[in-house]
């Protein structure tokens, strides 16, 4: 399996440079899985990879279909040879099959099974308690400032105004679960 180091360098190397907020939120996103370590046990250097590539979607030189989790679960997949939780981890991350459908994407589910509650869980926590300049964020901030960056009428919009109760109450339950930890602010 991929370490955290290797994967910090990576989207490092295909972020920073080119998408610096984008690079910044996933810092903020794998500092976030980090402060989940104690709680994870053997899932936590998973969790904090996933964390690092979940947005690895959005670089210029992985863009194939523009529908970022499947691009970066494919990029991990066929580039990497990356193991396949992982690859599930990042194709399904923050509500992404609501936003598949929303987009006419049936490929997702069909190459990448779910992965389990749990982890999907942790790192929809993740990335909705980390803004955009990677500091921590209350998970209701983190959904107000994604729908305001999107007209009404945008497929993002659209699908995180589906998905946002179930954002909400994947990121309560790792709250609930993990306590302080896991607090936003």
């Known amino acids: 399996m991929m370490h955290a180091k290797e994967a910090r360098e990576l989207v490092r190397e295909l972020l920073e440079a080119e998408l610096p907020r984008r690079w910044a939120h996933s810092q903020g996103v794998a500092a976030r899985a980090k402060s989940l370590a104690g709680q994870l046990a ?27 989790p499947l691009d970066g679960a494919r990029y991990l997949r066929d580039r990497l040879q990356a193991d396949d939780l992982l690859c599930r981890l ?12 929303e987009r006419g994407i049936v490929e997702l589910t069909d190459e990448f099974a779910p992965p389990p509650a749990v982890l999907l869980d942790a790192l929809t926590y993740c990335d909705m308690t980390a803004g955009v300049d990677g500091k921590p964020v209350d998970v209701d901030d983190r959904l107000a400032e994604i729908l305001d960056r999107y007209p009404p009428d945008h497929v993002v919009h659209r699908a995180i105004t589906r998905s946002s109760p179930m954002l909400r109450a994947a990121t309560r339950s790792v709250q609930s679960k993990y306590g302080e930890g896991a607090r936003s602010r």
């Open 42 to 68: 053997e899932d936590a250097e998973l969790l904090e990879v996933a964390a690092w590539f979940h947005d690895v979607g959005y670089a210029p030189r992985i863009v194939s279909t523009g529908f970022h």
């Open 90 to 101: 990042v194709a399904h991350h923050t509500g992404a099959v609501i936003e598949a459908e």
